[in-house]
């Protein structure tokens, strides 16, 4: 079975500095696509990024990229220059490329600190 | 573009009472989900709808669990008998499936149902 282990339940960051939030999965699947979310305190879930698996470029957003290292399974994200609107819950995500669910770890808290 | 809503958005009944929830995908999105996050916890998935396929039913808690998707886009989550620990947020997501990203999913902001 699919597993997404986000062993961080809360991180901090001062403002306009650099965090990384630590994300693992267990699979045996060879294909698949990995995504950040964020959910700020309105609830809404909103996709931060995503990662193709066969895709050996780590995929960047602006202010925001992951470190993917396959064979480790591991999907960490970089947040730079961390911004106040950043504050939010973030919660990494696994899905099988041939799959409908998606797996979701439990997330992790982040505080920017002004 | 509209984006995914959900209604109501809090929820507040009494133990034993059934509740509907209610999704509205994006138009045009064939992939219909639904999720429940429970306090500090995170998204723990209940079914999946795609197309005119057989909903894949395989994360509902318990028979008191129900949902459908009428013409293939808005859908209702029913519980049934509500118990305290149904007390969570339900998360609803659609997306593409049948063009990119079709594997990206795209949230509504949640009902928030308290049991009492």
């Known amino acids: 079975a699919q597993t997404v282990t986000q062993s961080q339940p809360e991180m901090s960051v001062q403002e306009a500095e650099t965090v990384t939030l630590s994300c693992t999965y267990d699979?045996?699947?060879?294909?698949?696509?990995l995504f950040w979310y964020k959910q700020p305190p309105s609830r809404q879930m909103i996709l931060v990024i995503r990662q193709e698996a066969y895709k050996q470029q780590n995929a960047t957003e602006n202010r925001f990229s992951v470190n993917f290292q396959k064979a480790a399974k591991s999907f960490s994200l970089k947040i730079s220059d961390s911004q106040l609107g950043d504050a939010a819950m973030y919660f990494c995500?696994?899905?099988?490329?041939?799959?409908?669910?998606?797996?979701f770890g439990t997330g992790t808290s982040l505080t920017v600190i002004p | 573009g509209a984006g995914v809503s959900q209604s109501p958005s809090n929820k507040v009944t009494e133990k034993g009472k059934d509740v509907e929830l209610r999704c509205d995908p994006i138009s045009g999105h064939t992939a219909l989900y639904w999720y429940r996050q429970s306090l500090g916890q995170g998204l723990e998935f209940l079914i999946y709808f795609q197309g005119n396929s057989a909903p894949d039913k395989s994360g509902l808690p318990s028979d008191r669990f129900s949902a459908e998707r009428t013409g293939g886009s808005v859908s209702t989550l029913t519980i049934q008998r509500t118990q305290q620990e149904d007390s969570a947020v339900y998360l609803c997501a659609s997306s593409p499936s049948d063009r990119p990203p079709r594997e990206t999913q795209y949230f509504g902001p949640g009902t928030r149902l308290l049991v009492l």
């Open positions: 699979t045996s699947e060879s294909d698949y696509y």
């Open positions: 995500a696994y899905r099988r490329k041939a799959g409908n669910q998606f797996y």
